[in-house]
């Protein structure tokens, strides 16, 4: 019996497969260190540069504490539920900020240097006082997500072609009558959500929203739903519900993909419901 080690010519796709798990992050590593959050500004101050994540929810702040100016490595900062009557201009100095919530504070406005904020990517803005879109947000590449739900707005700027990032929209409950013709430019648009509005049809340039999978419109005034749905490939969840629809195009056909469709509180009669159903033998359709 001979005893001894394998030729380099075996252990050679051994060696090249250990590698390759190294290599591509499949090897069990150390779970990465969670951040601690602070809630107390002068406890945040204290860490210095350690500060990453500050929330202050709720604290009756009427404005941004001036001593969070000292904490150059925040990535994550929560304002929400304060009455916040200005956001600072130096809010534009976290050169590292990837999350900000301004949420449920009376906003009307953002300051210019907000733009500045090259590494944000999640933005709330909700239950604020905003009639129109802050210009500053259009031209951020670098959100990813934008929520702007019950606000005051009226209608949403040709200049949000800029966000060329942005993967999820929510517009709902606002007064939006349309949308520009713009954001069909908004090619890594997935979820787009303008519910509860006065949008009474949708331009043509949606057909260019290649990976939008969830189209949210309803509450609207939308009497025609215009042909350019019908080209969205990828599209899974449609809600329709609550508009003054009487039928659909015929072309409804051609989303292949659509797993979900709500038609609740729209006006559509029996024959018509009948031809859904076997334009979409394989959606969930309710009625």
């Known amino acids: 019996m001979k005893y001894g080690f394998q030729s380099n010519r075996t252990l050679r796709p051994v060696v090249a497969g250990f590698l390759l798990v190294v290599l591509t992050g499949c090897f069990p590593q150390q779970a990465p260190e969670r951040m601690t959050k602070y809630v107390r500004v002068e406890d945040a101050v204290k860490a210095g540069d350690q500060a990453q994540w500050v929330t202050l929810y709720d604290q009756g702040l009427s404005e941004v ?11 994550r900062l929560g304002l929400r539920k304060n009455p916040l009557a200005t956001i600072p201009a ?3 100095d976290f050169a590292s900020l990837e999350q900000l919530d301004l949420g449920q504070t009376p906003l009307t406005g953002l300051p210019e240097t907000l733009e500045r904020l090259a590494k944000l990517r999640h933005l709330w803005l909700n ?4 009639t129109e879109v802050p210009p500053a947000i259009c031209r951020m590449g670098s959100l990813t997500y934008l929520n702007l739900d ?15 990032s942005v993967k999820w929209i929510r517009l709902n409950e606002n007064q939006i009558a349309q949308l520009p013709i713009e954001i069909g430019e908004l090619v890594a648009l997935e979820r787009l959500y303008v519910a509860s509005n006065q949008l009474t049809t ?6 260019r929203l290649e990976s939008l999978s969830d189209l949210l419109l309803a509450n609207n005034q939308i009497r025609v739903l215009p042909d350019s749905v019908t080209h969205l ?3 899974l969840t449609l809600d329709l519900s609550r ?6 195009p015929d072309s409804m056909g051609e989303l292949k993909q659509l797993r979900q469709l709500s038609l609740t509180g729209c006006p559509l009669p029996e024959s018509e419901i009948r031809r859904i159903r076997s334009l979409l033998p394989d959606c969930y359709v309710v009625f």
């Open 90 to 92: 130096w809010i534009g």
């Open 65 to 75: 504490p001036a001593d969070l100016i000292q904490l150059k490595g925040l990535v």
């Open 150 to 164: 019950r606000n005051k707005i009226r209608s949403v700027p040709p200049t949000i072609a800029g966000m060329k």
């Open 233 to 235: 490939k990828r599209l």
């Open 127 to 130: 239950d604020c006082q905003f």
């Open 243 to 248: 508009n003054p629809l009487s039928q659909l």
């Open 202 to 207: 949708l331009p043509d340039s949606i057909h």
